[in-house]
């Protein structure tokens, strides 16, 4: 049972929602929901606010309802896990799919959807704040807010010491909108930074190294397209290791590698609508020309080294093919020849259908004056 967003065409990536299809209310024991909802049920109680766990609660046209009430329900929606708030949000979608993209070992335990989760209700939506806290425990793993339904405000996940911050967005009307920031959960330094328009990405990203916090790549976006520059710095932020340009989101144009030590060039290659044109050039650090291919329009196109070794393969095997041709011919000459010998001395000798019985040595003897008789296999 997951409590549904507005209607939205935005597809749920197969991460949240395998995590969704794969949870089971047993995993969080009454105990333990209890136990992570209990101050905050008697801090609202004191204030007159309604709350309603998640395990009573009757979800309807993704609207919430207290037990079997015809009325939706405006209070505190408790012991709810973050994975059935979160999961149909389009916009979250959007945000974890560029989590994983900027920091691929980034999993769905980083981005808390096992937390559980107290939430404002407001005539059946979710609205207003929501505090999502690790099982069993006080530690904070993410902190949203809604409105109508969708998130609207700031998003913050925390990393598992309920300390530092791993995702910073903010959202508006169910989207990330804004600036987006990704942080280590080793070093807990600031290592990705991406811009929101309305869901969408656009304008600079820079990445960071996360034992230093160093420059590491810079890139522009439009239409959530890589679009000008891309570049990638050495470990000491400053010196160029890799430039490559885009065209909404192709490849175009040149692609340049340097060494970090030197800034030596040590690659080149060309690109066309995202296809490899041209030469491509590898050199060591001394300068010396280590690999060096052509593509046509992305395919690859055989050196001229290449080229004399094919050539040679091939005659070598059309030689092979002859020899054996002519090493056949001939062993059915001398098979021939010894059958004639045979005939020839053996006119009365015991017959066994249509061969001949001889003596094996007579037999050799034949095949060593035939051996002799026939001439060497030759090539056509």
């Known amino acids: 049972m997951v409590i549904a967003a507005p209607p939205s065409t935005t597809p749920i990536p197969s991460l949240i929602t395998h995590f969704i299809n794969d949870m089971k209310f047993s995993i969080h024991p009454r105990s333990m929901l209890l136990v992570t909802t209990f101050a905050t049920a008697l801090a609202l109680a004191g204030c007159g606010d309604k709350t309603l766990d998640f395990r009573n609660a009757e ?13 939706p329900f405006t209070g505190t929606l408790t012991n709810v896990s973050a994975g059935q708030i979160l999961g149909s949000q ?29 939430v404002h209700v407001e005539g059946g939506w979710l609205d207003g704040k929501a505090i999502c806290k690790a099982p069993q425990s006080d530690t904070v793993r993410i902190e949203a807010s809604f409105k109508d339904g969708t998130l609207d405000g700031d998003l913050i996940v925390y ?4 300390k530092e911050p791993f995702v910073t967005v903010t959202f508006k009307n169910g989207l990330p909108d804004g600036k987006q920031m990704l942080y280590s959960t080793k070093t807990h330094k600031l290592v990705y930074v991406n811009n929101w328009e309305s869901g969408i990405l656009n304008g600079e990203e820079m990445g960071y190294y996360a034992d230093t916090g160093n420059l590491e790549v810079q890139v ?25 340009t885009y065209v909404t989101g192709k490849k175009q144009g040149p692609d340049d590698q340097y060494d970090a030590a030197t800034g030596k060039q040590i690659g080149h290659a060309d690109w066309e609508n995202d296809q490899m044109n041209g030469v491509v050039k590898v050199w060591d650090v001394k300068g010396n020309v280590t ?12 050196t001229a080294d290449e080229i004399a070794a094919q050539a040679t393969a091939d005659k070598q095997a059309q030689t092979d093919m002859e020899a054996n041709y002519a090493k056949q011919k001939r062993d059915e000459a001398v098979a021939n020849c010894i059958a004639e010998l045979i ?27 035939c051996e002799q008789a026939v001439p060497q296999a030759s090539t056509p």
């Open 59 to 71: 979800i309807n046209n993704g609207k919430v309802y207290a037990g079997d009430s015809n009325t």
């Open 90 to 118: 389009s916009g979250f979608a959007k945000l974890v799919n560029v989590v994983n993209y900027d920091l691929p070992s980034a999993t769905v335990g980083a981005m808390g959807l096992s937390s559980i989760c107290d």
């Open 159 to 162: 990393d598992d010491s309920d």
């Open 220 to 244: 522009n976006r439009a239409n959530g397209q890589y679009d000008g520059d891309l570049k990638v710095y050495a470990p000491d932020g400053k010196q160029v290791i890799h430039r490559v």
């Open 291 to 302: 690999k060096e291919v052509t593509y046509d329009r992305g395919v690859r196109q055989p």
């Open 343 to 369: 005939d020839k001395n053996n006119p009365n000798a015991p017959r066994d259908g249509r061969v001949i019985q001889v003596r094996d040595e007579e037999k050799q003897a034949y095949r060593q004056q």
